[in-house]
């Protein structure tokens, strides 16, 4: 029997509020943009440091054009990134926001999540693409921002925790590393976690890889510019197949779940582990649930994940594509799977989980 189908109801008021939400992210978007922009101008930069200053002040401080200048500070100010004075015709960077987009040293510091964020973006008609097909689109393929914007975005969070909180949540692991321990950081990309390790405990020995040669020649020349070239190795190498044995520490940080066979990966860590050794898996903060990630951490992340993580996956063998929302329970699976027979969450923030596994 035909049914007639009820037009269904619109809410004239949600309508309108959802269209005025949309003003809101495209103005959002394009600050994406404009926020590296201004990062790669020193036009953050200039203000934090002269304090107000007129369109055509700061375009003759930073050796830029004045009418693109005022047309960026208009749009910063509009987004309350900076303040403008009618008055004096000047622009001012607050003090948080100066702190957040020029201090790289504060865990605060911003840019490089916009960066990512830019260079997600950009390769997104690629992604479109892959969507139709289900084909995977890897981490080598992306252009240079993700690169430089993952490492930049991450290492004020590894700065703020890793030596004062991770690594302290890890059974005896300390203690290992002041003494003299071998260190495997996988998945390292351009090296910031390594590096870090490396300059606090001079005892011990680093090698960090990755399967992008691109990375791994930028954590090389990051290592040698950081003085601790003697005793940090870097390798181009696949998860499944990172050179060397007997390994007190292996650790992840932010890699696991872009990786197509993360139990390939798993039972390999399993193999190259001294028995007492201990494997340290930081990944993004998720519930299990989808419920659980419906806040702005989980919508970021989930973006990513669709436009970098997934895809990442997608293009290795197995392609299990995780997800970076993939959550504890999905980890402990594959962790426990690969013949590990302890696996406990460490510790935490709003931004990260962190998993040790034990033989
Ligand atoms: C989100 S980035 C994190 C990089 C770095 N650990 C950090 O925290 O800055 C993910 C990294 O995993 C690497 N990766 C992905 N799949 C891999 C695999 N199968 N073997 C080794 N590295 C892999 C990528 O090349 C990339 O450098």
């Given at each position: 029997?035909?049914?007639?189908?009820e037009?269904?109801?619109?809410?004239?008021?949600?309508?309108?509020a959802?269209?005025f939400?949309?003003v809101?992210e495209?103005g959002a978007?394009l600050?994406?943009?404009?926020?590296?922009?201004?990062?790669?101008?020193?036009l953050?930069?200039?203000?934090?440091?002269a304090g107000?200053?007129?369109?055509?002040e700061l375009?003759e401080?930073?050796?830029?054009?004045?009418?693109?200048v005022?047309?960026?500070?208009?749009?910063?100010?509009a987004g309350?990134?900076?303040e403008?004075?009618p008055?004096?015709g000047?622009?001012t960077?607050?003090?948080?926001?100066?702190l957040a987009?020029?201090?790289?040293?504060?865990?605060?510091?911003?840019p490089?999540?916009?960066?990512?964020a830019?260079g997600?973006?950009?390769d997104?008609?690629?992604?479109?693409?892959?969507?139709?097909?289900g084909?995977?689109f890897g981490w080598?393929e992306?252009?240079?921002?993700?690169?430089e914007?993952c490492e930049?975005?991450?290492?004020p969070?590894?700065?703020?925790?890793?030596?004062p909180?991770?690594?302290?949540?890890?059974?005896?692991?300390?203690?290992?590393?002041e003494?003299?321990?071998?260190?495997?950081?996988?998945?390292?990309?351009?090296g910031?976690?390594?590096?870090?390790?490396?300059?606090a405990?001079?005892?011990?020995?680093?090698v960090g890889?990755?399967?992008?040669?691109?990375?791994?020649?930028?954590?090389r020349a990051?290592a040698?510019?950081?003085?601790?070239?003697d005793?940090?190795r870097?390798?181009i190498?696949?998860?499944?197949a990172?050179?060397?044995e007997?390994?007190?520490l292996?650790?992840?940080?932010?890699?696991?779940?872009?990786?197509?066979?993360?139990?390939?990966?798993?039972?390999?860590v399993r193999?190259?582990?001294?028995?007492?050794?201990?494997?340290?898996?930081?990944?993004p903060?998720?519930?299990?649930?989808?419920?659980?990630?419906?806040?702005?951490?989980?919508?970021?992340y989930?973006g990513?994940?669709?436009?970098l993580?997934?895809?990442?996956?997608?293009?290795?063998?197995?392609?299990?594509?995780l997800?970076?929302?993939?959550?504890?329970a999905?980890?402990?699976?594959?962790?426990?799977?690969?013949?590990?027979s302890?696996?406990?969450?460490?510790a935490?923030?709003?931004?990260?989980?962190?998993?040790e596994?034990?033989?």
């Amino acid at each position: 029997m035909a049914t007639i189908e009820e037009p269904v109801a619109i809410d004239l008021k949600k309508l309108e509020a959802f269209v005025f939400r949309a003003v809101d992210e495209v103005g959002a978007t394009l600050n994406t943009a404009l926020v590296v922009m201004g990062d790669k101008l020193g036009l953050y930069r200039a203000l934090t440091e002269a304090g107000a200053l007129t369109p055509a002040e700061l375009a003759e401080r930073t050796g830029t054009a004045e009418r693109y200048v005022r047309e960026w500070l208009n749009a910063q100010a509009a987004g309350g990134y900076v303040e403008y004075d009618p008055e004096s015709g000047r622009y001012t960077l607050p003090p948080e926001q100066a702190l957040a987009l020029t201090d790289s040293e504060s865990p605060a510091y911003l840019p490089g999540f916009f960066q990512i964020a830019l260079g997600s973006v950009n390769d997104s008609p690629r992604i479109t693409e892959a969507a139709r097909t289900g084909d995977g689109f890897g981490w080598h393929e992306h252009v240079h921002d993700v690169f430089e914007g993952c490492e930049r975005f991450f290492r004020p969070g590894y700065n703020a925790n890793l030596l004062p909180a991770w690594l302290p949540a890890l059974d005896g692991v300390v203690e290992k590393l002041e003494r003299g321990a071998l260190v495997a950081d996988v998945g390292c990309g351009h090296g910031s976690s390594t590096i870090l390790m490396a300059k606090a405990f001079p005892n011990s020995s680093f090698v960090g890889s990755d399967y992008h040669d691109g990375s791994i020649e930028t954590a090389r020349a990051r290592a040698q510019e950081a003085g601790v070239a003697d005793r940090v190795r870097f390798e181009i190498a696949p998860a499944a197949a990172y050179p060397g044995e007997g390994y007190d520490l292996v650790t992840m940080f932010d890699c696991l779940h872009d990786m197509g066979d993360p139990a390939g990966a798993a039972r390999h860590v399993r193999e190259t582990l001294a028995p007492d050794g201990t494997w340290m898996i930081v990944e993004p903060a998720a519930g299990d649930r989808v419920e659980d990630n419906l806040n702005p951490v989980g919508r970021a992340y989930y973006g990513f994940s669709t436009l970098l993580c997934t895809p990442a996956s997608l293009s290795q063998e197995v392609g299990l594509a995780l997800g970076a929302q993939a959550g504890e329970a999905r980890i402990r699976d594959v962790v426990v799977g690969s013949g590990f027979s302890r696996f406990r969450r460490a510790a935490e923030t709003p931004f990260n989980l962190v998993f040790e596994a034990r033989p």
